[in-house]
């Protein structure tokens, strides 16, 4: 049977869960007149960043797709583009990027409007406008298969890898078999697992694109720590992590693979691109949370599912990040900044089944409008675009 | 971690090829402890503290041994421990992603 939500209906085809607008500077120059057009205007998120001038081919390349793409994920029923006007990458170029897209689109370039309160003011007068225009617009019903989930994670501890995680693999499994889309990243988080994924593959070029990815991040973080000074630097896992009980890399890769639960990967998309199917994808991304999380509403993600065992409040502009714990202590303390407690499995002997349904009816709950924890309390950190070296 | 999730001493054990448990409740030294596999348990004392979440042997394994969790190597030992021994980043040692 086919599980349904409500969902914004975009010209693109495609389907929102919230219906934000937003406001995204092309620079890092114009952030503060994005922040304040979003302050004028409730409801409005904004996107800051420290990118978009001073780069250079492919890392500009990828800042240049991701902020696009941003632009162009279905959660944002319109877009206010503002711009410094002389940077590299042009305020025009994003979007004409988000232009195809077909929904409300507007740029305001700070050197053309004269300063940065003229162009607050522009600014602001667009935002208010696109918002009673986006007011109107109603949920409609539509298939689980039109959702795109990431699966992202933090502050991790060993209630994630036994539990949360588990969990959220069932989730992820149930709305793939839906017709679904979720997708798997943190690469760095996956090194020493490339063998079971790979079997996992639909096909052997799927399977040898997963191994190439985790061994070429393997590599690069090889040089990388090298030649560090400082050797707590040069461990893959935090502080935090051997705190909570996690003592390799490899034992927490196996944990944090879990969260794509037993579903075939059909693909590996790179950072700031789409994939071209429905289905389990693997994206290209190293595993800061914030990186992790942009590169999957840039996928197309309308929603991030974030297990976390020490427990961690981050958030994301205009998207929805269910935090789920395996650590019902944490759940205990933190429960101001945690969706669901994973941890009855520990506590009341629910099946790790039983709390996949319930991550999973969360899901259908949040795509339908309900509010989460982080974003009733305005978390928005975890916009963060990847820089290459 | 102060608060013990449940009365019981347990551990578990992940997968039927591991060769650790995982402890679900702080553990003291010399306790005895119920280690729950898939479908069996059995009793072990600890012979150190070992914090909730945390790790210990509950074979005898030798120096340069894989230790195995989820039924898949996370490292290797740099001693031997005995069954009930705590196991981390202080006995163990895994070279990926850490050179």
Do not use: W
Not at chain 1, 315 to 335: A, E, L, S
Request: hydrophobic share 35%; proline share 4%; glycine share 10%.
């Amino acid at each position: 049977m086919a599980d349904n939500f409500m969902g914004y209906q975009r010209k693109d085809g495609s389907v929102g869960v919230r219906n934000h607008i937003a406001i995204i500077p092309s620079v890092f120059c114009s952030a503060k007149v994005a922040e304040r057009i979003a302050f004028q205007v409730p409801g409005s998120v904004y996107f800051r960043h420290p990118v978009g001038c001073s780069q250079v081919g492919e890392d500009l390349e990828v800042t240049a797709k991701t902020l696009i793409a941003i632009g162009k994920n279905p959660n944002f029923a319109g877009v206010v583009v503002v711009g410094l006007g002389c940077e590299r990458f042009s305020p025009y170029e994003l979007a004409e990027g988000i232009a195809p897209s077909n929904k409300m689109l507007e740029t305001v370039v700070i050197q053309t409007e004269g300063d940065s309160l003229a162009a607050i003011q522009k600014g602001s007068k667009i935002a208010r406008e696109m918002q009673q225009i986006a007011s109107r617009q109603i949920r409609e019903k539509v298939p689980a298969s039109e959702l795109m989930i990431g699966l992202n994670c933090g502050g991790s501890d060993m209630t994630s890898g036994l539990i949360a995680n588990p969990a959220l693999g069932y989730a992820s499994d149930k709305l793939v078999a839906q017709g679904g889309t979720s997708i798997l990243s943190e690469i760095t988080e996956l090194i020493g697992t490339e063998d079971i994924l790979a079997r996992r593959a639909v096909n052997d070029q799927v399977a040898a694109e997963i191994r190439e990815t985790i061994f070429r991040t393997e590599e690069k973080l090889r040089r990388q720590t090298q030649n560090s000074s400082n050797k707590e630097r040069t461990h893959l896992i935090s502080t935090g992590n051997y705190a909570g009980g996690l003592s390799s890399v490899v034992e927490k890769s196996l944990g944090s693979m879990k969260k794509s639960g037993n579903a075939s990967f059909n693909g590996v998309i790179k950072y700031g691109h789409q994939p071209d199917k429905k289905g389990l994808f693997l994206l290209d991304s190293p595993g800061h949370d914030g990186e992790v999380s942009t590169g999957q509403v840039a996928a197309g993600a309308q929603m991030i599912l974030f297990p976390t065992g020490r427990g961690t409040p981050t958030g994301f502009p205009g998207i929805p990040v269910i935090k789920i714990t395996g650590n019902p202590n944490t759940y205990i303390k933190m429960k101001e900044n945690i969706d669901i407690n994973a941890g009855q499995v520990l506590t009341e002997n629910k099946s790790l089944e039983q709390m996949g349904e319930e991550i999973y009816q969360e899901i259908l709950d949040v795509a339908s409008g309900r509010l989460v924890k982080s974003e009733v309390l305005g978390h928005d950190e975890q916009f963060c675009v990847t820089r290459l070296p | 971690m102060d608060l013990n999730i449940s009365n019981k001493k347990t551990a578990l054990v992940i997968d039927s090829f591991d060769n650790v448990a995982v402890a679900l409740t702080d553990l003291k030294q010399g306790e005895e402890c119920i280690i729950r596999f898939n479908n069996r348990e059995e009793e072990v004392t600890v012979f150190e503290d070992i914090p909730f979440g945390h790790k210990f042997a509950i074979l005898d394994i030798d120096k340069d041994e894989s230790v195995l969790k989820y039924g898949e190597e996370i490292g290797r030992m740099m001693v031997p421990v005995k069954k009930g021994s705590y196991i981390h980043n202080h006995n163990m040692y895994c070279e990926r992603g850490m050179k």
